[in-house]
């Protein structure tokens, strides 16, 4: 009986990011974990609100992360805020570096899954911070839409 394949199971998400930054660009990163924190993300809790990426040592990484403990490690378990490597491409990775460094943006995770094959990946987004009346603006423009939207279907 051949294997049914997986549905993409959303670990974590980072619903701030949206009202935080202008999101220009998302992509997908491989993210390195060790065994216990696999089984953590999979038990769910995992918190990417505060987390961001960023470079050292020529790499690209995402800090402040937390997955909590998983339940069973004992003494093997894992630091929960530790930094995590993330795997891009060298080319993708000096053109978003170049980006944070030149145009003042910042990498921001939108969440954390597993792919069909089961892999954990993060999907970044290249985004710009906005700024209090940017953030009043676009509540602005969602309320109205809302709004609208309700006139429609009363009237029609």
Do not use: C
């Not at 294997?3 to 992509?27: G, M, S, T, V, W």
């Not at 998983?70 to 490597?85: A, L, Q, T």
């Amino acid at each position: 009986m051949a294997k049914r394949p997986l549905a993409i199971k959303i670990a974590a998400q980072n619903r701030k990011a949206r009202h935080d930054y202008f999101i220009n660009e998302k992509l997908e990163a491989g993210i390195a974990l060790v065994g216990t924190e696999v089984k953590a993300l999979r038990d769910g809790g995992a918190n990417i609100t505060d987390a961001h990426a960023g470079d050292m040592g020529g790499e690209l990484w995402l800090f402040n992360l937390h997955i909590p403990e998983y339940r069973g490690g004992n003494r093997f378990n894992h630091e929960p805020r530790r930094p995590r490597k993330l795997l891009v491409h060298k080319r993708e990775l000096d053109r978003l570096l170049g980006a944070v460094q030149r145009q003042g943006m910042a990498l921001i995770p939108l969440s954390i899954y597993f792919n069909e094959r089961g892999r954990a990946k993060v999907e970044l987004a290249l985004g710009k911070g906005k700024k209090k009346y940017d953030k009043r603006e676009t509540e602005r423009a969602r309320d109205w839409s809302r709004e609208k939207s309700r006139l429609l279907r009363a009237r029609g």
